[in-house]
């Protein structure tokens, strides 16, 4: 019954700041020891683990993003979502949203448990 249903624009201008939100249905965020992360699957380098959130809001990032890559979370609103600035041609991917129920790693992709549907994002002029 957990669901993640992501939003977020598909068409970014270059420079500009990519926002995506993964409101989460069936459990709540702050559950001990779940982790909220942002994917994303690009047609040069597959699929690129950028972001974490943990239970306890405390955030980790790719280093190769870390500059341009925050994410927060509403715990009021159960959600949590990502901002990417300065976006580039090279930002162009499908990002996905999804949750670790478990202590697992990251970058291993059988170990999470819920994803989001995906959203497609262009960035073009």
């Known amino acids: 019954q957990v669901q993640l249903q992501q939003s977020g624009p598909g068409l970014v201008t270059p420079s500009q700041t990519l926002p995506l939100t993964c409101p989460v249905s069936?459990?709540?965020?702050?559950?001990?020891?779940?982790?909220w992360s942002w994917i994303r699957r690009s047609p040069g380098k597959g699929l690129e683990w950028m972001g974490t959130?943990?239970?306890?809001?405390?955030?980790y990032y790719s280093p190769s993003l870390k500059s341009r890559t925050s994410i927060s979370r509403d715990t009021s609103k159960n959600q949590f979502t990502l901002q990417l600035s300065s976006v580039t041609p090279e930002d162009t991917a499908v990002y996905y949203c999804?949750?670790?129920?478990?202590?697992?790693?990251?970058?291993?992709?059988?170990?999470?448990?819920?994803w989001g549907q995906g959203t497609q994002v262009t960035v073009s002029s």
């Open positions: 999804a949750g670790m129920t478990g202590w697992g790693l990251w970058e291993q992709w059988n170990e999470y448990d819920y």
């Open positions: 959130i943990a239970y306890t809001g405390s955030t």
């Open positions: 069936g459990d709540s965020i702050t559950t001990n020891p779940y982790s």
